[in-house]
Each structure stands twice: as C-alpha cells, then as structure tokens.
C-alpha cells in the first residue's frame, strides 16, 4: 500500500546501471534500494544474458539493455 512499484524498481534500476563497469555499491547508493532488493534484480538480468558481472563486485549493462530504456524524448 502506498509503495513503489516492481515495474518502478526496475526502471530505477535500468537508469543506475551503465555500459561501464560500476561498483554494486554505487548501483546501490545511486538508486536508494535496498541491497537485496539491488543484487536481485542483478542476478535476473546476469541470468537474461542483459549483464556482465566482475570479479571486483562491479557490473555492466549491455548497451542493448540500456538502449531500450534510455529512449530520448523529443
């Protein structure tokens, strides 16, 4: 009642990820979500084939991913 979203989570989510590697805990403070909520979504996306993870606890989007949800506006 009253919270956000699945649909918005995973929005939030698709901004803070980038095509460059980005620490996990960035991802987290980037996007205020919990951290198993962050890593679940993480892991759904490495199993989609939509990112690659890093041995430092680093991750990226592949630039599909970003592509479909970073449609400019006109």
Known sequence: KGGISVDDIWKIMIFCLSSKPVAV???VRQCQLTAPIVLTILRKLELLGRLERYWDNR???YRGLLAAYHKPTT
Request: no cysteine; net charge negative; hydrophobic share 65%.
């Open 25 to 27: 805990d960035e991802i």
């Open 59 to 61: 991750v990226a989007a």
